[in-house]
């Protein structure tokens, strides 16, 4: 549950009742939702949040955070139950008691890579949906993604009416054991390739709301908070190589809030600022952005590891005794080692090996900077990392090094605070709720 605000009981805000006030009111704000890469990325946002007045959206794939059971994700709290947990633990330490929701960001069967590399069946694969599902229920998330549109077995695009069924019977599931477990209500996120803005027609988008819509009202389950609209958005390596179609998102968004529901947007990462401050302007309810964040934690690492490396080299007496960290060079080999980094790839390229890489610095840097993320629960990262932080202060260069590099998120997700006129928007929602 969200948690608790200074002038209200903690879940007493639900995320529904905030996008609403912005539809209704048409308040020129766009909700912010932000990719859970580290503890210094929650800590960067509860800061600002805690500063800043606004809501915070954590937002969770299956491949960062997913239940024990199934295998567990790649950031450092890994599991529902410890995300939750940790969250609740920094909220009290910055002493943010604002608006705060759970995420779950593309939930759904095959979401897990592991299991669309593995083709599993549909049965299976929606089984292990559910089991995920409710571990997110079962741990305090908020807001559930249904997206049932990545398929081994199917060409993409996923045909509108199997989207639409599977993502009934997971809303229902999910709905049947909230209720029966005593939960209170969850917001759900829909979306999908099929309605994607720019790809397909208005007239399709708007379809797959009102049957969806009219068949969820049919078996008394709620309607979705949130649908996602691609908006010609794409990231790859550091660069987001589409922008906002405006013109499609201005359609898409209009046709969403007719029926009450926000639009969101993904892959918001490295748009231009001058296209960020449109979005309030624009309608468009809320975006995520991830990957920006985690490269901004590793370009404050190496940041940090070249003081290191020069404060070393000029040392003298003790100092020169100091093991060096080598964090560069163990956050290249664990991004290596993950495999993770071809799929940011601009141009997928079968001939472009480690070895080649390892050969071209240039390349390779790059490649670490869109990739260290996944590396910083690994235990040679952070073990380097621990010692690259103790020679920064015994060296006297930098006093602390960890909040360096939380500072270093925040400018990054100040930028998105700032654009999307987030500020004073809990106070704003609490004022008009009476509370």
Request: charged share 30%; glycine share 6%; aromatic share 6%.
């Amino acid at each position: 549950m969200p948690v608790a605000s200074r002038r209200r009981a903690a879940g007493a805000v639900s995320l529904e009742e905030v996008t609403q006030l912005i539809i209704r009111k048409r308040w020129p704000v766009t909700m912010l939702g932000i990719g859970p890469m580290s503890e210094d990325t929650f800590i960067a946002a509860l800061e600002l949040a805690r500063d800043k007045d606004f809501p915070v959206m954590l937002i969770a794939s299956r491949n960062q955070i997913d239940a024990a059971e199934l295998g567990g994700g790649y950031v450092f709290c890994s599991t529902q139950k410890n995300f939750n947990a940790v969250i609740r633990r920094l909220a009290r330490k910055v002493g943010f008691r604002g608006l705060l929701y759970l995420c779950r960001d593309h939930g759904g069967p095959w979401q897990r890579d592991d299991e669309r590399a593995a083709k599993l069946p549909e049965e299976k694969a929606m089984e292990l949906a559910k089991k995920s599902y409710l571990a997110d229920v079962l741990n305090g998330f908020n807001v559930l993604h249904i997206d049932p549109t990545k398929d081994p077995h199917i060409p993409s695009p996923i045909p509108m009416e199997v989207v639409i069924r599977r993502t009934v019977e997971l809303i229902a599931f999910v709905e049947k054991e909230r209720v029966r477990r005593g939960i209170g209500p969850v917001s759900y996120e829909i979306g999908t390739d099929e309605i994607s803005g720019g790809l397909t027609a208005a007239s399709a988008f708007e379809r797959f709301i009102v049957t969806l819509t009219r068949e969820l009202a049919a078996k008394g389950l709620p309607k979705p908070t949130f649908i996602v609209g691609q908006t010609g958005t794409l990231v790859k390596m550091r660069r987001n190589m589409g922008t906002t179609d405006f013109k499609t998102a201005r359609v898409l968004t209009e046709i969403a809030a007719k029926h009450g529901i926000g639009f969101k947007e993904h892959n918001a990462d490295y748009l231009s600022t001058e296209c960020l401050r449109r979005h309030p302007k624009e309608r468009i309810t809320a975006s995520n952005v991830a990957p920006e964040y985690g490269v901004a934690e590793t370009e404050a690492l190496v940041k940090l590891a070249r003081m290191e490396e020069k404060a070393l080299a000029e040392a003298s007496g003790a100092a020169r005794k100091l093991r060096p960290s080598g964090l560069i060079a163990v956050i290249q080999k664990a991004v290596l080692d993950s495999g993770r980094w071809t799929k940011w790839l601009i141009k997928p390229d079968p001939r472009l090996t480690r070895e080649r890489v390892e050969s071209d610095p240039k390349m390779l840097a790059e490649i670490t900077f869109v990739n260290g993320h996944y590396t910083f629960n690994t235990p040679a990262v952070k073990a380097a990392r621990r010692t690259m932080y103790k020679n920064l202060v015994k060296l006297g260069v930098v006093k602390d090094p960890e909040r360096f590099v939380i500072d270093y998120i925040k400018k990054s997700i100040d930028r998105y605070v700032t654009a999307f006129q987030l500020k004073g928007l809990t106070s704003r929602v609490l004022r008009e709720l009476g509370k």
